[in-house]
């Protein structure tokens, strides 16, 4: 059986107080497994980020709980369960050129986790750990001596990733980490994750709102509508089966490289209030193995019918 890296149960993030209070993530739970890619994929707003952001202590939990190796890790926690969710549990930002300080060369940014913890014995230990994560990601050593705005945004996304893994993580949470990128540059970037997740044995919660990218890279995938999850399954299983009408709404947005198919496919909209949750309350339930989808009874028996059970 996988072993489980992070468990989230009940989880809950809201942001202000009283009534300027907004629930971000709303009694969430997903198991990631070591290993493998999952994916969360949901539209702005949905609360992706805020996940990702909750697993690494840098938004606090209002409500359940996080664990990383069966360790509870969000409220207080010691010094060295802190120090060793910071080595060993990264994230590459979303906008390359916004995460990076533009006043510093990459040889301090890339460094910057080292020098905080102290994680090197010398200047020279530093300084090759730096020129080992640049060659990594397909960059030069000698571009160490630059500032991000010298650079391309894919580049400068590559420089994202090798700060992460200076660090030498297991874990990393990608924040939708090519949608800023030109398409031509988005599979290079995939690709180089790909190969990182193998040859460092490496665990990605991969964060994204295009399901076309999802598809490529994920083992398992989550879709988050409004701070809550309504459907997971494995990859291929949610694209050959959806059940949930937001799956199919994004699923139906999906763009198709012929354009004769592409005027003629059906765009779905989905409409929230469909729900009537007034009798009979939603539940998470497994449909089928490795197959969840939320919804009241009378929504269940109807994804059942659909997938001729």
Not at 221 to 227: D, L, M
């Amino acid at each position: 059986m996988a072993e489980k890296l992070i468990e989230i149960k009940d989880l809950q993030v809201s942001f202000g107080k009283g009534r300027k209070k907004f629930i971000a993530v709303d009694h969430v739970n997903i198991d990631i497994y070591k290993g493998e890619t999952f994916s969360l994929v949901g539209e702005s707003g949905s609360g992706k980020t805020t996940i990702g952001r909750a697993i690494l202590r840098i938004n606090p939990v209002t409500g359940g709980e996080i664990f990383y190796k069966g360790r509870k890790i969000n409220g207080k926690i010691s010094k060295e369960l802190d120090m060793e969710i910071i080595k060993n549990c990264q994230m590459v930002f979303q906008d390359p050129m916004a995460s990076l300080n533009e006043r510093a060369k990459v040889d301090y940014i890339v460094s910057e986790g080292l020098i905080n913890h102290k994680l090197y014995k010398d200047e020279a230990d530093r300084k090759a750990k730096v020129d080992a994560a640049l060659r990594d990601v397909g960059l030069l050593p000698e571009f160490s001596t630059r500032f991000p705005h010298e650079f391309s945004g894919g580049q400068r996304q590559r420089i994202g990733i090798a700060r992460a893994l200076v660090m030498n993580p297991e874990f990393i949470v990608l924040d939708e980490p090519i949608s800023a990128l030109d398409v031509s540059i988005r599979a290079q970037v995939l690709n180089l994750l790909n190969d990182l997740k193998k040859e460092r044995d490496l665990t990605y919660l991969f964060v994204a709102h295009d399901l076309s990218v999802v598809r490529f890279i994920s083992d398992r995938v989550a879709v988050i509508h409004k701070g809550r999850i309504v459907e997971l399954a494995e990859t291929e299983e949610l694209f050959t089966n959806p059940l949930h009408p937001y799956t199919k709404a994004l699923l139906s947005a999906v763009p198709i490289p012929d354009p004769y198919l592409e005027r003629r496919k059906e765009l779905l909209i989905y409409d929230p209030s469909m729900h009537d949750y007034s009798k009979d309350g939603p539940v998470w339930e497994e449909i089928k193995p490795g197959h969840f989808i939320y919804g009241n009874q009378a929504e269940l028996e109807k994804y059942r019918k659909e997938l001729g059970m």
